[in-house]
């Protein structure tokens, strides 16, 4: 492989080339997301972010296979292992059963990551279709001697293992647990960072799903979720695991302390995490019930392929700030350009030469730690250089691959032509406008949302904006 793509390793703390197990192949695994609610636009943050890093290795000339879970049982409200089974939690919410739960959230999903243009990976596996493979595992782990069962329960042994903190020289008091909610000290634990492989025994006895094994009836952990999907589909060496940073203590921690343990070798190459989206109070979070997703941003008038871009803007490796006013600017960007290409006027040959000087910007700063704000830099540039149509069109549609922000595709509106209505539909849209804004103050939001969605029937949108509400045909 010619190209040099380098990453930000979190297990080696540096920028380093990627060279894959498989001459030319990437093994790529991806921790999907715990299907008990919506996904908030930070979890899609990271989901953007990993589809860029597919595409660009692919569009470096990589071949890869990309896997994902699917969170259906098992993760629980602190990542260490204790509190309520999330799903159960949200069965509950809205007096469904866990699978139903789970099938309405992963579809929500995906029609989310479709709105982002994220492409599907190659496998996507549900936890719950996976049982025997996690027991096969915590099996072997039981006779090499790295687990033990107390309590009903089994437990991986974390003192078994010459090094834990795989990725942090930090003491592990600075390391954080997950969510901190419910915790309490699981008595039956042998030393402090010793996780379940497998629970017959919980506090929460009424948890739905529940499969007979070795050890009694009961439910995987969550972090042996990962490890053995990842091996069943992509076999005993990986080359690039994903995440959210949330992910890397303890899931990560975990999911290679077990798999390295099983395998006795070592199990993954690159840690690629993504930081975090935050709004103003800080981190999001779905536990907190008032997050901001995908449908919301629509409601108020964006495309969510400007949520996209807004990500783009920055590098995955830093913490980004939400705000409408950013996202607003961020819009108005998104127009000029693509308005900017729609102009373009692709007649007569593409020059081969200048492409591929082009191109090669372009993967240079997509090689260089996935720096995708530089990459959007050099659209602008090639824009403004002097390339005839044809030449910047053709680059434009080659660098979409990757970026997925439909810049040649996507429908301009023009302000004039968007609200030519007759007068009858225009009298009518004002009075709904009126009658949402009166449903509004009387706080009865679902007669707000009804009075959009009846609006949308039409073919009109509304958008909420600082100046107040304005509409436009679809
Ligand atoms: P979950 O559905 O909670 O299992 O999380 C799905 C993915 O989103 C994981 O990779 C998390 O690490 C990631 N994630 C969670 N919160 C955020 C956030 N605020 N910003 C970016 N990624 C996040
Ligand atoms: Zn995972």
Redesign the pocket.
């Known amino acids: 492989m010619e190209n040099k793509f380098r990453i930000y390793n979190t297990l080696t703390r540096e920028v380093e080339t990627i060279v894959p197990n498989e001459n030319g192949k990437i093994a790529m695994y991806?921790?999907?997301?715990?299907?008990y609610h919506y996904?908030?636009i930070?979890?899609l943050?990271?989901?953007i972010m990993e589809d860029v890093l597919e595409k660009a290795l692919r569009y470096a000339g990589y071949d890869v296979k990309r896997v994902m879970n699917i969170?259906d049982v098992g993760?629980l409200s602190s990542d260490a292992d204790t509190g309520e089974d999330k799903m159960l939690k949200g069965a509950r919410r809205e007096h469904k059963t866990v699978m139903e739960i789970a099938q309405f959230y992963t579809d929500a999903f995906f029609a989310d990551c479709a709105k982002l243009n994220i492409r599907t990976p190659d496998v996507v596996e549900p936890a719950t279709g996976c049982i025997p493979e996690f027991i096969h595992m915590i099996e072997v782990l039981l006779e090499k001697g790295y687990a033990y069962a107390a309590g009903g329960n089994v437990y991986f042994d974390t003192s078994k293992l010459q090094e834990y903190y795989v990725f942090s020289s930090q003491s592990e008091k600075e390391l954080l647990v997950g969510v901190r909610d419910d915790v309490d000290e699981d008595r039956n634990k042998k030393n402090k960072n010793d996780f379940v492989l497998w629970f017959t025994k919980s506090k929460f006895e009424d948890q739905a799903l529940k499969w007979d094994s070795p050890w009694g009836v009961g439910y995987p952990g969550w972090h042996i979720e990962c490890s053995c999907i990842s091996m069943k589909h992509l076999g005993e060496y990986m080359d690039i695991h994903?995440?959210?940073?949330?992910?890397i203590f303890p899931h990560h921690t975990n999911e290679i302390a077990q798999s390295e343990s099983y395998l006795g070798h070592k199990w993954c190459n690159y840690w690629f995490h993504?930081?975090?989206?935050?709004d103003k109070s800080g981190?999001?979070?779905?536990s907190r019930g008032d997050f901001l997703t995908v449908s919301l941003l629509e409601e108020k008038g964006y495309d969510p392929v400007v949520y996209r871009m807004f990500c783009l803007q920055s590098h995955y490796r830093k913490p980004l700030e939400f705000s409408y006013e950013a996202l607003e600017n961020v819009s108005a960007a998104y127009v000029k350009l693509v308005k900017r290409i729609a102009d373009l006027k692709p007649e007569g040959s593409v020059d081969a030469g200048r492409f591929e000087e082009y191109r090669e910007k372009f993967i240079q700063a997509l090689s260089g730690d996935l720096n995708t704000s530089m990459a959007i830099t050099v659209l602008y540039d090639l824009l403004k250089a002097d390339l005839n149509d044809a030449t910047k069109y053709a680059l434009i549609q080659d660098c979409d691959r990757v970026l997925s922000l439909n810049l040649t595709t996507a429908k301009i509106h023009n302000p004039e032509e968007d609200t030519k209505v007759d007068a009858d539909l225009e009298r009518y849209i004002l009075e709904k406008i009126e009658e949402r804004k009166a449903a509004k103050a009387a706080k009865d939001f679902a007669e707000a949302d009804a009075i959009r969605d009846a609006l949308l029937e039409k073919g009109i949108v509304l958008k909420d904006t600082r100046e107040g509400v304005v509409w436009h045909k679809a």
Do not use: F, I, W
């Open positions: 991806t921790c999907g997301p715990t299907v996904a908030h930070g979890n943050r990271s989901y969170t993760h994903c995440g959210g940073v949330d992910n993504v930081n975090h989206l935050q981190k999001m979070s779905k």
